[in-house]
């Protein structure tokens, strides 16, 4: 992957890469493999957690987390998408080499996550107990959930200042010294969980400690590094201040994902719900499917990121169809990783299961929706890589109604179908994330080619 030095930058230490010059698969790959290992150890803290409880606390505390999972994520998910816009700002700056907008882009994107701290974590703490209601959550959960999730958000600002100052240095190329913290990081909440949890028997208040003081580490981390950066998006505390038109910009890009993210994680509370229906058996059981399901879409979440990367580089540029080029490799790249994995786990879905609970009805329940809804990942693939790709381009609105009218609409309308007109089983109830995923792809691949492709082609040829 070709690095140039940039007007601004350190002669001795360029970590930025430039993305509109050299070999696409060889950039993809290159930039996508720390995303993905730093998605596996990002992912490690909430596996972690289920596992430890799972095998030495019970099914009801391996179904609480579980069940907070969506919860978390609502919060989580509408800030990463305020990340992912301020990411498409930096890279169309950086893409541009407009150096002081970029400059303007990073102090007002780090004090607005500043604030976003203060104020999700009182959103959260707040809401726990009439969130955990709405999902209908089993009183043999309740107290567990309750105890898991108020520690965590009390924590939350330092998974918030990680997951953007990391967005910052992708957006730039650098997606290695992210890495690296994470790495550090998920091996001292694991020890940090079995400390607590095996020797000071503090049960799920122990794993949820650990969480947030490895994610506060990691925080501390990333902020030190951009303070004391010498490059172009080094972070300056002197300069903080909100720009209105960088972050309108930021806005336009980055409210559209947050909403759709947010409003698609509320619909999983749904989701939830229905499982719970089932009470705590297939509760862990579908936890279980959940957390390894995560990690199958750890090569398309991370490709996806470097396609949003890779296209508002190039769009800042000016060079469309490396844009149109890479998008579509991309595609493929991460179709053929996940249809590996996804594969390997069908093959292997209980032992896979039994990492997370010993008790039998738990593994078949994990088992069943493994092997009903992963080869539908496919699907998910395209329409996470595209969505990505589109926002890459500044075109954020698309992919928010294509997913919410997938994942939220036609999702609720065919689980309130089956369960109340067909059957009510797990079976039925696990397979609405496939129909979601499905409709989705086709809705947005359509969008894609008549939107970027078909409609640009005549003025092409006229050139």
């Known amino acids: 992957m070709e690095k140039k030095l940039l007007k601004g930058q350190s002669k001795l230490f360029v970590p930025t890469v430039i993305m509109t010059e050299g070999s696409i698969v060889k950039q993809v790959i290159l930039f996508s493999l720390p995303l993905m290992l730093g998605n596996v150890f990002q992912m490690l803290y909430n596996t972690v957690d289920s596992i430890v409880v799972g095998n030495f606390v019970g099914k009801e505390a391996l179904a609480a987390v579980g069940s907070t999972t969506i919860i978390v994520n609502m919060l989580v998910m509408f800030f990463n998408g305020f990340s992912v816009g301020a990411g498409v700002v930096i890279g169309h700056n950086f893409g541009a080499r407009d150096m002081k907008k970029l400059h303007t882009a990073v102090e007002t994107t780090m004090l607005m996550t500043f604030i976003a701290c203060v104020l999700f974590t009182a959103i959260g703490v707040i809401g726990v107990k009439p969130m955990l209601r709405f999902m209908d959550t089993p009183e043999d959960v309740f107290d567990d959930a309750v105890t898991y999730l108020t520690i965590y958000f009390l924590g939350l600002s330092g998974l918030l200042i990680y997951n953007m100052g990391s967005g910052i240095l992708r957006a730039v190329g650098d997606s290695t010294r992210p890495l690296l913290f994470l790495i550090l990081t998920s091996l001292l909440n694991t020890v940090l969980d079995l400390a607590f949890v095996i020797w000071l028997k503090l049960g799920i208040a122990g794993v949820s400690i650990a969480t947030i003081i490895s994610q506060s580490v990691s925080a501390v981390l990333i902020l ?102 890479g998008t579509f490799i991309t595609i493929l790249m991460s179709l053929i990783v996940t249809a590996v994995i996804a594969a390997f786990l069908v093959v292997f879905a209980k032992p896979s299961v039994r990492l997370f609970s010993k008790e039998t009805d738990v593994i078949e329940a994990g088992a069943l929706f493994i092997h009903a809804n992963t080869l539908f990942l496919l699907f998910n693939c395209v329409n996470h890589v595209l969505a990505s790709a589109l926002r890459g381009r500044g075109d954020s609105r698309g992919p928010m109604i294509i997913m919410l009218a997938a994942f939220v609409g036609i999702r609720q309308v065919y689980l309130f179908t089956v369960t109340h007109f067909i059957a009510n089983t797990p079976l039925l109830v696990g397979l609405g994330y496939p129909v979601g995923w499905t409709s989705c792809f086709i809705i947005e691949v359509s969008y894609y080619y008549f939107r970027h492709l078909r409609k640009k082609k005549p003025a092409e040829k006229a050139v």
């Open 224 to 325: 030190i590094l951009l303070t004391r950066s010498k490059e172009i998006y080094r972070l300056s505390w002197k300069d903080l201040r909100i720009d209105g038109a960088t972050l309108k910009q930021i806005f336009g890009v980055g409210l559209p994902a947050g909403i759709q993210s947010v409003i698609t994680a509320f619909s999983n509370i749904f989701v939830q719900s229905y499982i719970n229906y089932f009470g705590s058996t297939v509760m862990a059981g579908w936890s279980s499917y959940n957390k390894l399901d995560s990690f199958i879409m750890l090569p398309m979440q991370s490709m996806a990121m470097a396609a949003t990367t890779f296209v508002s580089q190039n769009i800042g540029a000016g060079k469309e169809e490396r844009a149109k080029k």
